[in-house]
């Protein structure tokens, strides 16, 4: 039971490149959902799914698009990459998609855009 | 705009001390509140949960309070180790849909 996996865990780009992060979660659960975290901002909710089928904007949705490919998958592409895009991104998941329900987090993927 | 506030970027306590974190928001009514934890390199870990109802919840040394009328949460680690520091995050989140917010952090260093 891996729980939530994120690949890769490391990334550079240039400016302009495009990438896609990879989460996959094995729990089972319903809703999963991307942050980005940056220094003295906490953890900023970009996108989210809460349930398969479906994606909806977070806070921070510029420059970014997401697709939940199954119940276990969620992808995060940045289609140009820009030097603002530099971060820690995690991938979460939880069995319900409300403030009751805990999330899960991934390790995390740190990513540097030159 | 929403916004949560955690009393400090840092703090630094005595080990066996009881170490106080505070999260504080304003422009939100949350029906629950949560806290975790997060070591360097690593994506937070649950902690605790409390609901707008309640005014304390306790987990082995790991106390939370809500004060919905300060709109406070103080959150208390009993008998600190050196094995507790860590950044603790709080979070804020509705009964429905998707407006979970998370506060900025506050770095704790538990001193042997």
């Known amino acids: 039971n891996a729980g939530v996996t994120q690949t890769p865990k490391f990334q550079v780009l240039k400016t302009g490149q495009s990438m896609t992060l990879q989460c996959a979660q094995d729990?089972?659960?319903?809703?999963m959902y991307w942050y980005r975290q940056d220094p003295g901002m906490g953890l900023r909710l970009i996108y989210y799914?809460?349930?398969?089928?479906?994606?909806d904007k977070g806070e921070v949705p510029n420059g970014y698009n997401v697709s939940r490919l199954n119940k276990r998958e969620f992808s995060l592409r940045l289609e140009s990459a820009a030097p603002s895009q530099t971060s820690v991104y995690f991938c979460?998941?939880?069995?319900?998609?409300?403030?009751?329900?805990?999330?899960?987090f991934g390790p995390g993927t740190r990513l540097l855009v030159l | 705009s929403q916004k949560i506030e955690q009393n400090s970027e840092a703090l630094n306590i005595q080990e066996g001390k009881t170490a106080t974190l505070t999260c504080n928001y304003t422009?939100?009514?949350?029906?629950?509140l949560q806290w975790y934890r997060q070591d360097p390199g690593r994506g937070p870990v649950f902690l605790l949960l409390i609901r707008e109802n309640e005014k304390e919840k306790r987990k082995e040394r790991l106390k939370v309070t809500f004060d919905t009328t300060l709109k406070q949460s103080l959150f208390h680690i009993t008998a600190s180790q050196p094995a507790d520091s860590a950044t603790y995050l709080c979070a804020l989140g509705h009964n429905y849909g998707q407006n979970f917010v998370f506060g900025p952090g506050t770095r704790l260093s538990v001193l042997p």
């Open positions: 422009n939100y009514s949350p029906a629950y």
């Open positions: 979460a998941s939880s069995l319900g998609l409300a403030g009751l329900e805990t999330q899960y």
């Open positions: 729990m089972n659960h319903n809703s």
């Open positions: 799914s809460a349930s398969e089928g479906t994606t």
